[in-house]
């Protein structure tokens, strides 16, 4: 069975703080990708990252940084020095090689960055 | 922006009536992917077309149907409307038959009274 799960759903910062929003991931696939998109209030889905089963190598990218391990079946996302532009809801999503082309979703961390 | 259209951006309807969602992909994709987004069962995927076929299926109730036509252009259907189809409908796009990287239209706010 596929499932993603982001077991915080909401969390609060003050600006210039970090954050990390942390995913876990099931499935029985050996060949799967990982995604992170951001859901700003506006309401459209925006793609962050891709990362495959294959490529544990963290990822950094400006201030957002993901740290893949496949020990612990993790995909966090750190938000470096956070700003109110960050508040958001952030979803992990999985699709599996063996499991068509079903994106499965975990139900998202909301995001609010206090100024 | 994404590239990908969703047409119309709201709509408003009453139950037992019938909609139809439309949604471009980018220019070049030829997957499209239907997604529904409601506050209790959260982000789901509905169906996935490839080049005018159906490719995969999710949690997609038999009130409901898609197509790809082709100039690759896809719409969902949702007849039979209850209360709890009230979601925001999201159409995604990619170049492949595997989903690498999924762009996604801003969605069809629906609205069922």
């Known amino acids: 069975a596929q499932k993603v799960t982001q077991a915080q759903t909401e969390i609060s910062v003050v600006e210039k703080e970090d954050v990390t929003l942390d995913c876990v991931y099931e499935t029985r696939d050996t060949t799967y990708y990982l995604f992170w998109y951001k859901q700003p209030p506006s309401g459209e889905l925006v793609f962050l990252i891709r990362?495959?089963?294959?490529?544990?190598q963290n990822e950094i990218s400006g201030r957002y940084s993901w740290n893949f391990q496949k020990s612990t079946s993790s995909f966090n996302f750190t938000i470096t020095a956070s700003q109110v532009v960050d508040s958001a809801v952030y979803f992990c999503a999985l699709s599996g090689m063996n499991t068509g082309n079903q994106f499965y979703f975990g139900t998202g961390t909301s995001l609010t960055v206090i100024p | 922006d994404s590239g990908v259209t969703q047409t119309p951006k709201h709509l408003i309807t009453a139950t037992g009536q019938r909609v139809t969602l439309r949604c471009s992909p980018r220019s070049g994709d030829l997957s499209v992917y239907w997604y529904q987004q409601s506050l209790d069962q959260g982000l789901q995927f509905l169906i996935q077309?490839?080049?005018?076929?159906?490719?995969a299926k999710g949690n997609i109730l038999e009130r409901f149907s898609a197509q790809q036509f082709p100039d690759l252009h896809s719409e969902l259907n949702l007849s039979s409307l209850e209360l709890g189809d009230s979601a925001l409908y999201f159409c995604?796009?990619?170049?492949?038959?595997?989903?690498?990287?999924?762009?996604f239209g801003p969605g069809t706010r629906l609205t069922v009274t």
């Open positions: 995604a796009s990619s170049d492949g038959l595997v989903s690498y990287e999924q762009y």
């Open positions: 077309y490839y080049n005018g076929e159906e490719r």
């Open positions: 990362r495959n089963s294959f490529d544990e």
